[in-house]
């Protein structure tokens, strides 16, 4: 982490300390009977007698970093609990936490993508060991905390950070459901992902059924952010881009991340074939020539200036057919599909509510 991080990381973590502290003495004064929260949304100056709230200073990486302090705050909020609760409530020693078993590591060894690149079941197994100890842990601490707020022992002010909307150009995009002029669509899923990156992977399934699930109401589209340490990221990228120019753009999407593992020259022309490109010797040359090189380096700079560091990313919101852009939330990593559908379904509420207006 450079100086530059640690400094926002650093007023980050005292002005979220500040505002839980300030409103904890609150709470503490007032009644015990009467429920009292913090604002998570501070005033921090106040310029010409205008007030800057915390939200004002927002960008993604500052909401990113807000998140993530949320999480760690939450984390030893439960572990805390726990350890009280064990005190003052025997009963809870009566809820065994889960055991890990060979079984469930062996599982996860099988069913994750790209781990058996990293070494054998006896090579990987402790830091299997580790990963599912640490969620285990989390899970039986959470199952606590949710039981200690439904007995009424445990009141919670903390609150997650307020959600962040941000403006995103679909640009170059391309669209799962054609024209981006289209009217129909008030709600738009922009995806951000690297072909060599096995969480980009993993969400693909569930992007997939999205597709069919809101065909009528929702535009997906997706733009290139091929990773450094990637090293056939952008050329994969830039292949893609000519197949597109045969239509075959998600054809040729979809065998790629299925096949990720095996990703030379020869094995991306025997997709390209697979996906249905007709004009294989158009396709060579348009690759072979670079021809979408700067297309790709553009979408990952501006994915760079809107806050996106690691893939996937993905901007969910209102979409503007007009402007071409997306008003909405970032949401990093292999996003789950409860997610992705609480915050369409928010969306498209809003878009509803306002025809009707």
Request: charged residues 25%.
């Amino acid at each position: 982490m450079n100086r530059q991080n640690r400094i926002v990381t650093l007023v980050l973590f005292l002005t979220f300390s500040f505002t839980l502290f300030f409103s904890g003495s609150l709470a503490i004064a007032e009644s015990n009977s009467k429920a009292t929260t913090y604002d998570n949304n501070p005033i921090i100056a106040e310029l010409d007698g205008q007030p800057i709230f915390l939200d004002d200073l927002k960008n993604a990486k500052i909401q990113d970093n807000l998140v993530q302090l949320y999480r760690m705050q939450k984390d030893v909020l439960k572990r805390q609990v726990l350890s009280s609760l064990l005190q003052n409530h025997p009963e809870i020693a009566d809820i065994e936490p889960p055991k890990l078993s060979l079984g469930d590591m062996k599982q996860f060894y099988e069913s994750t993508p790209g781990i058996k690149d990293l070494g054998s079941f006896e090579e990987m197994k402790e830091r299997i060991r580790d990963y599912l100890g640490k969620i285990f842990e989390a899970n039986y601490n959470d199952r606590i905390y949710q039981l200690a707020l439904q007995k009424g022992w445990l009141v919670e002010f903390l609150k997650e950070p307020n959600d962040f909307r941000l403006v995103a150009s679909l640009g170059t995009a391309v669209r799962y459901f054609g024209d981006s002029k289209s009217t129909e669509k008030k709600v738009a899923v922009l995806e951000y992902s690297d072909f060599q990156c096995p969480f980009c992977k993993r969400v693909q399934k569930t992007l997939k059924k999205l597709r069919v699930e809101y065909k009528d109401r929702v535009q997906f589209a997706y733009r290139h952010f091929p990773l450094p340490f990637h090293k056939q990221a952008s050329s994969i990228a830039e292949a893609v881009e000519c197949a597109r120019d045969q239509n075959k753009f998600w054809e040729l999407q979809s065998i790629i991340y299925q096949k990720q593992e095996v990703l030379e020259v020869g094995d991306i022309l025997r997709a390209a074939d697979e996906a249905g490109v007709e004009n294989m010797d158009d396709f060579k040359s348009c690759w072979d020539g670079g021809k979408y090189k700067a297309r790709v380096q553009n979408d990952l700079k501006e994915g760079a200036q809107m806050g996106i560091q690691g893939t996937p990313t993905f901007i969910i919101g209102s979409f503007d057919a007009e402007t071409d852009t997306i008003s909405g939330e970032m949401f990093s990593g292999a996003v789950p599909e409860k997610k992705f559908i609480s915050t369409i379904k928010k969306y498209l509420r809003a878009a509803e509510s306002n025809a009707m207006n």
